[in-house]
Structure formats: C-alpha cells, structure tokens
C-alpha cells in the first residue's frame, strides 16, 4: 500500500487536552483551554476569524511549535503518545502538514529533489524514483522532476508542497488553506486524490476559511471565535446553513451570497488606459512563458485575471511591477505597487509601525514624524491591525500578513496596484474590508490589476476580465462564466 494502514484500534488518533499556546511567557494567549479529539479515518475542517489561531493550532500539533517557536502548554497525543516527545523522524511518519505558503516548507530547489528529501528522512525502502513519480501522478504534475522550485507558480509550487506532504506515509494530514494558490480545476484534482485517501483510511485536519469545497470529504465542521476559543464543535456539513447567524457573527464565509451586495465600478473613460501592451513577451528566468500579449487596462476600475496555474499571470504582474524585463512595448501611466503573493517577501521591517513608517516616509511626504505617526494608526485601524502596532509582521496571520502588505501598498502612493491572490486567507470580513478599501480608492482614481482564482468574487467587482491560457490572453467575460460554470463548489 501507497500510505500507512489504519490500525482498527477504536481509540483516538489524535487527542487534544487543555491546550494553551502563546508567543512569548508575557505575551496574550492565541488560544486556551483548547479540547480536541479526532478519530481515526476521520476528516474535520477547521474555520475562524483570521487571527484565532488556527494555524498555529496545526503547527503546535505537527510539533513545530513550541519547538521553534512559542510556549505551550497542555497536551497533544497520537495514538496515544506525546507529540512533544516524540522524536522529529518519527513525528513526520505519524503527522504531516501542508503550510498555507509553500515556500516556507521547501528545502531543496528542483521538484524532485524536495520529494526525495521526505523520502530519505523516514528512510523509504522502496523505489525512490518511481515513489516521486507516483507522487507527482497523485497531484497532476507528472513529467516536473526536473523543474525548480523557484521558477513554478504559486499554485504549482502548492501542488508539490502536498506531494511532499503525502511522501511520508502519515495517518494524520493537516491542510492549512490547501486550495489558497490553485485554480478550480486543480482543486477539484487535489479533492478527488484526497477523497482517495481518505478511503484509504488517512485522517485531515483541514484548516480553510470556505466550507464548500470540504462538503464531501468532511465529518464535521469546528469553529473558533476570535479569542482562540471553540464557538461551536461538530457542525454537520449538511446542516452549515442553520448556523448562518454564527458565521455572520464571527464574520466567517458560508457562501458566496454576501457577493450580491457588489457590483463594477466603471471605468474613468476621461482618462487614457493605466496600461498599454504590444506584442509583449514574457519571460520567468531564461523560460518564455507568454508571447505577443496585446491588452489594454483601463485606469480608475478594478480588473481581474483570471487563469490556470502555471499560465504566467503572476509573471505578468511582476513584469508590469518592473521585477522582470519584458520584449515588447509596455506603457504604464503611473505608479505600480505590486503585492504579492507571499506577503513575507514584502516586509523590510521587524515591527509593524516601523514597516508601515518606513513605507510612509519613503513616499516622498514632507509631513512631520508626529503626523506620519498618526497616520499609521490610522491605517492600522482601517485595515483591522489595530493592537498589531509592536508585533513582528510574522508574529501576525496569514490573513492580517496580507492586509499589511496591502497596507504598505496603499500607503506608498501607487497609482497601479497590482494584487496577486488578494483575498486568499481571509475571513468574509477581512474580504469585505479589502473591497471596501479598494472601492473607495478605484473612485478616487486608483487602478487595479487583481490575479485570483475566486471566480465569483471577480465577476462581482470586475469592470474587465482577462483570461490567460498558453495562447495569450482574451478580454472577455466568457471563460469567466464557463470556468464558474464547471467549479461548482466555489461558486456557490
């Protein structure tokens, strides 16, 4: 067999005990008093506010932390042993975990090379190669040994993250946002390998901020309130919608129908479009990704690109960034600010207000310390950050990470802002909160150029949609409605 057997011992697998995890001694708990118990075989989807602690709930449990970072107190069994006192080697044959961004887990720096790494770490005794290639079948990225790592899109790279995951055999795989970078036919591909799974008796725990990719693979459902704390334990899948006043409260996605409340912008017509391309050629390293590209963007309006993974839509967004040298005619009116899709790669700074003063005062502004201060506060406020002030920007979430890079973004002035998977690993209300920022700025003569997968939140708030393929790019809203169409779950 591929992965371990389950053992039909009907006791636990995994056994939460009153559990407490903060950052330092003096630091607010994440989360405490924490019971969890998950059976063997069994699958449950954990969801929260962003910032409740969810990941670190799943590093504390894969043994990461307190190892590397945090105190811990309480205790985590599997299978009836300690997680903290298990050896590392034989922690990952028990428990493996996929992080929300793959570069945090890679080692190595081709596709091969990282499977093989897991491999040789629990000692695999069969056919190393052929392992890889069973893997990499497994998650529909066959024939990519040889590729690096460092030249794949982020949702490639998050496919050979969960082969990597797989390599170790675990009874026990925690998803940490695991469809954040992939694009709805890859999700549907990653679901149907790991319903595979499950019928081979592995266990999930599934940290995800949208419940209706999980329906059919799930027991039940966990919620976490935004002090770290359970909300509501073992919600049936089916039975998700009579709880829609809780998820409201703690600001939670239950389906898209929150999106009716939006609409396009139009475009500012008065003004000539923030971005004119002819015959442009991509390139990622020495690897053409695109050729003969010619589009238009129009300025004061939101639009959104759309694509498979591995099509160059990030590699086109740091191009117009200026991060890569393009051949071909490329004519911005204006500033561009690129976010992207790792936040981390953002941040200069070690403190947040001294990330987001350092932003500030780079901007050219001639105001006083005292005023830029007041403004950083402001922003803080605006973005959900406030109290965040004194932390470091990788004490924060993957979700408030995100608003920070956005944050900085904004406040430097750019003119064109360039969003690469904006809303990947917020809540509905951090969601909203994004839109609303943005909105008010698009009609305040901001120009926006967002790459997502959220199918519904594009045809929501998009005055043009681009669709990138290997043949280029079309300007039309209808691959939009046919790719909605065959992604069901997500456009709910």
């Not at 067999?1 to 011992?9: G, K, P, Y």
């Not at 602690?53 to 894969?62: D, N, R, T």
């Not at 009874?171 to 679901?191: G, M, W």
């Not at 890079?405 to 509905?428: C, F, H, K, R, V």
């Amino acid at each position: 067999m591929l992965w371990a057997e389950v053992m039909t011992d009907p006791a636990p697998l995994l056994e939460i005990e009153d559990l407490s995890f903060r950052y330092t001694k003096k630091s607010e708990p994440v989360f405490s008093n924490l019971h969890l118990t998950l059976n063997r075989g069994e699958s449950a989807l954990l969801m929260g506010p962003s910032g409740s602690g969810k990941s670190s709930l799943a590093y504390c449990i894969a043994g990461l932390y307190p190892r590397y970072a945090g105190v811990l107190e309480g205790q985590i069994q599997f299978a009836g042993e300690s997680v903290q006192q298990m050896p590392s080697s034989q922690r990952a044959q028990h428990i493996s975990i996929l992080f929300q961004n793959p570069d945090d887990q890679f080692c190595m720096d081709r596709v091969d090379r990282e499977i093989l790494f897991a491999l040789e770490n629990i000692n695999y005794q069969g056919d190393l190669a052929q392992r890889v290639e069973e893997l990499l079948e497994w998650v529909g990225l066959e024939g990519l040994q040889d590729q690096s790592l460092h030249h794949l899109s982020g949702g490639t790279k998050q496919k050979v993250a969960l082969a990597t995951a797989l390599a170790t055999g675990a009874q026990l795989l925690i998803l940490d946002e695991p469809f954040a970078n992939l694009d709805p036919e890859s999700c549907e591909l990653v679901l149907e390998s790991l319903k595979k799974l499950q019928r081979r008796g592995l266990a999930f725990l599934i940290v995800d901020h949208k419940p209706n990719w999980w329906k059919d693979l799930v027991q039940r459902v966990l919620v976490l309130d935004a002090k770290g704390q359970i909300a509501k334990d073992s919600i049936l899948p089916d039975q998700l919608p009579q709880h829609r006043d809780l998820f409201q409260s703690l600001g939670l996605y239950l389906d898209d129908q929150w999106l009716q409340e939006y609409s396009p912008l139009k475009p500012n017509s008065d003004l000539p479009p923030a971005i004119v391309a002819e015959n442009l050629t991509l390139y990622r390293g020495n690897r053409v990704l695109q050729e003969n590209l010619s589009f238009q963007i129009p300025s004061g309006a939101i639009t959104s690109l759309i694509g498979k993974n591995g099509v160059g839509k990030t590699t086109l967004l740091e191009t117009i960034a200026g991060i890569h040298k393009p051949k071909g005619g490329l004519v911005l009116s204006g500033k561009p600010g690129l976010v992207f899709q790792n936040p981390r790669f953002q941040f200069i700074k070690l403190n947040v207000m001294e990330d987001v003063m350092a932003t500030l005062e780079a901007s050219g502004s001639q105001e006083s310390e005292s005023s830029l201060l007041a403004r950083a506060l402001m922003l803080l406020d605006e973005f959900g950050l406030k109290g965040s002030e004194n932390l470091s920007p990788y004490q924060l979430s993957q979700g408030q990470q995100r608003r920070l890079a956005l944050l900085s973004m904004l406040a430097g002035n750019a003119s064109i802002l360039l969003l690469d998977e904006p809303t990947y690993a917020q809540d509905e209300k951090s969601t909203r909160t994004i839109l609303r920022l943005l909105q008010d700025r698009v009609k305040s003569g901001l120009t926006v150029i967002m790459a997502t997968h959220d199918l519904s939140l594009a045809h929501a708030i998009s005055s043009k949609v681009l669709w990138m393929d290997k043949e280029g790019l079309t300007p039309t809203m209808e691959h939009l409605e046919i790719q909605m169409k065959e992604a069901c779950p997500c456009a709910d």
